[in-house]
């Protein structure tokens, strides 16, 4: 059965870091493009960040370039997010996602499987 589930996710203050993971089982991520996206309350949901699986090529969204640093651990069949000098604009539910292609556009409609989100929440 495939599934992706992620954690990490939490209450933090401006300026905060963490760490969310997304462990994936019943699948190889070796042969999967991931990518992190976003929803906050009344928005569309948003690619944060994707990894590609052919070069480990990487995107960011402009919001977050600098902040945050995608990664993956093939070995582990796990993909992570650092996020640092988080911002309150940063509070949404961040789900992971894979895509069955070697290069992803980072758009959420091309992704084929999802986890069920964690909830960052940035504030004082």
């Known amino acids: 059965q495939v599934q992706l589930v992620e954690s990490g996710g939490g209450l933090v203050q401006p300026g905060g870091s963490l760490r969310l993971s997304c462990a994936a089982s019943g699948f190889s991520l070796d042969y999967y493009s991931i990518g992190w996206f976003r929803q906050a309350p009344g928005k569309e949901r948003e690619g944060v960040s994707c990894i590609n699986s052919s070069d480990g090529s990487t995107y960011y969204a402009d919001s977050v370039k600098g902040r945050f640093t995608i990664s993956r651990d093939n070995a582990k069949n796990t993909v992570y997010l650092r996020m640092d000098s988080l911002k309150p604009e940063d509070t949404a539910v961040y789900y992971c996602?894979?895509?069955?292609?070697?290069?992803?556009?980072?758009?959420?409609?091309?992704?084929?499987?999802w986890g069920i989100g964690t909830l960052v929440t940035v504030s004082s």
């Open positions: 996602a894979v895509e069955s292609s070697p290069y992803s556009r980072c758009y959420y409609y091309d992704m084929d499987y």
